[in-house]
């Protein structure tokens, strides 16, 4: 039949039999640029069939904004996944919003922020790494390259994380079974007023006096992926410690 070509033609690729879209949820270039590049190749090697978005870089503060973002992507009836890629706060009651709006959406939460008990009653599958097993083998490596202090760099957002919370309770254990000594340190949040910058400038003069108390001989280590770079750059500065 020679009609059947050109209404064919006409059909929107998302709309075609067995499309589907993906939505994908993620930071800001400034908050977590390894995050976001990842996430942009993504919807760069599948045109038209990832939809990605971002939240705001003071998440913690515009949880109706994340929220919004996160529940518009269901909006598209071609998107069948929401991956939150990673499940900030808010992302749960995001996905009940969703639950209620398009049960067919499947959805996935990478490193949830919220209890894991309730973020497993909202999504579909959740990637997260083993937090308490961490805290044993990153002070075992420590103690290997001959760190005898650990420098723990978080902030109150994230100590109230359960698995955070868990995972330094664990590393404190190991340090003292290990005759080593753990020290925790409360560095700004990159979300607070100053942003990730001021965080990061914090970490950078920070590292050389914590290095002035303990030695060279010290372990630094961190629960935000923004610090990290810096921290790299103090060590390698000071010719002294390790990451």
Do not use: W
């Amino acid at each position: 039949d020679s009609a059947a070509p050109e209404a064919n033609s006409a059909t929107p690729p998302a709309a075609a039999a067995g499309a589907f879209k993906i939505g994908i949820i993620c930071g800001t270039v400034s908050q977590g640029e390894e995050d976001y590049r990842a996430c942009e190749q993504l919807a760069a090697r599948y045109p038209g069939r990832v939809k990605l978005v971002t939240y705001p870089d003071n998440f913690s503060s515009e949880l109706e904004t994340v929220i919004s973002q996160t529940v518009g992507l269901a909006q598209d009836p071609a998107i069948k996944v929401i991956i939150n890629a990673e499940a900030i706060p808010g992302s749960v009651a995001a996905a009940r919003r969703i639950r209620e709006l398009r049960p067919d959406i499947l959805i996935g939460f990478i490193n949830p922020h919220e209890d894991p008990d309730v973020v497993s009653t909202v999504c579909d599958i959740a990637a997260q790494t083993d937090e308490e097993t961490r805290g044993i083998t990153i002070i075992e490596s420590a103690q290997k390259m001959g760190a005898r202090h650990f420098v723990h760099y978080s902030f109150p957002r994230h100590m109230a994380m359960l698995l955070l919370a868990r995972r330094r309770d664990v590393m404190m254990a190991e340090c003292a079974r290990r005759d080593m000594r753990f020290h925790f340190v409360t560095a700004p949040d990159p979300t607070g007023e100053q942003g990730l910058p001021g965080t990061q400038q914090f970490i950078f003069e920070d590292v050389p006096r914590e290095l002035a108390k303990y030695g060279p001989a010290t372990a630094f280590f961190t629960t935000n992926g923004g610090m990290e770079e810096p921290l790299i750059k103090a060590v390698l500065t000071a010719r002294r410690g390790y990451f």
